[in-house]
């Protein structure tokens, strides 16, 4: 049975929503991604800075792709685990948070100044993602990391979870995001990319997902609830074989639908 698309907004003015992309994951010889071709359809762009992906000349050719289309560059801090590209957990304490994520911070920040532009926001990746959503304490690691070094940058987390409220305790402007392409459960958290489902593969049953978050509606649950989450960014994983063709869609989706694309924070 097809999933039919919620009928546009109605609302005046626009709405707005981020569109993030995860770009900047290529590695030496190893390629990863179609940043260009994803590029123009995004309005934010979390740039892996090192630890789990990306190199300095892939991170210098990104910030320079994001200054030139418009788009806000973020850091896209993870775990020190390039094999496992950042998604296997591992046992840290919060002061090696704090460390890691100002050290993240400082090299992606040399190659935006570089360029004469700067860092709009951060955005922790994968198991590192996933870790700071439910522990409290490593989340007020990665808070405290983010306004030592800048208090103006936004910090993105998982929509409802302990990162977004330990940016809130620090004083910063956060974004609480939400996945297009990814089952929930009923509690508002990723299922693991390790269960079967975990991924939504089809596009169409993607686009449905992400327009009825935006709507604030409620979604169905891998568990069989609903469960409605906030959502000020959309993201499109940059690592998937057709992300440009989702990231276009995705925002045409969300065009038609009467919502403007924009950078959290930017002006109307």
């Not at 296997?88 to 040399?110: D, F, K, N, V, W």
Request: hydrophobic residues 45%; contains cysteine.
């Amino acid at each position: 049975m097809t999933e039919s698309l919620p009928r546009p907004f109605t609302d005046a003015p626009p709405r707005s929503i981020d569109l993030n992309c995860d770009l900047g994951e290529s590695f030496g010889a190893w390629h990863m991604g179609a940043d260009e071709a994803v590029m123009p359809y995004v309005s934010s762009a979390n740039v892996a800075c090192g630890f789990h992906a990306g190199d300095p000349r892939t991170m210098l050719r990104t910030v320079d792709l994001a200054r030139d289309a418009g788009v806000a560059i973020g850091a896209h801090v993870a775990l020190p685990d390039l094999q496992g590209f950042g998604r296997r957990e591992m046992r840290i304490s919060p002061a090696e948070a704090h460390a890691m994520t100002l050290y993240q911070l400082g090299a992606l920040a040399g190659f935006t100044r570089a360029a004469r532009t700067f860092l709009r926001h951060v955005k922790p990746h994968g198991a590192l993602y996933n870790m700071a959503a439910r522990d409290a304490a490593l989340a007020d690691a990665i808070a405290a990391a983010v306004r030592d070094f800048d208090p103006m940058l936004v910090l993105v987390g998982l929509a409802g979870s302990e990162l977004p409220r330990a940016g809130e305790r620090h004083g910063l402007a956060i974004a609480h995001e939400a996945f297009t392409d990814r089952r929930y459960r009923a509690d508002g958290s990723l299922v693991p990319r390790d269960e079967a489902g975990a991924l939504i593969d089809d596009i169409e049953a993607s686009l449905v997902q992400a327009l009825a978050i935006a709507r604030g509606d409620a979604i169905a649950t891998q568990d069989g609830a609903q469960v409605r989450l906030r959502a000020d960014t959309l993201c499109v994983h940059g690592d998937h074989p057709d992300a440009p063709l989702r990231a276009r869609r995705l925002h045409e989706a969300l065009s038609g639908a009467g919502l403007r694309i924009a950078a959290t924070g930017s002006a109307a």
